[in-house]
């Protein structure tokens, strides 16, 4: 085997490995996209507190 193909093996190489490593990035942010659309919204927090309670400070423990 001559060097100039060892060189261009070594190179197709490398832009496979680029090319799959971004693909698998690809793949992993659709993935994430996907779980973070599917998850609800949370509720808004109700309280029933009574007129008198919360005008200043409001604590819920």
Known sequence: MDSVSAL???AAS???GTY????????????????LNSVAA?????YNN???LG???D???
């Open 20 to 35: 799959a490593v971004k693909k698998a990035n690809d793949i992993q942010a659709d993935s994430v996209t996907q779980l």
């Open 59 to 61: 604590i819920k423990v």
């Open 8 to 10: 261009s093996s070594a």
């Open 50 to 52: 009574p007129p008198n």
């Open 42 to 46: 949370p509720a808004s927090a109700q």
């Open 55 to 57: 005008n200043k400070v």
């Open 14 to 16: 490398t832009v496979n």
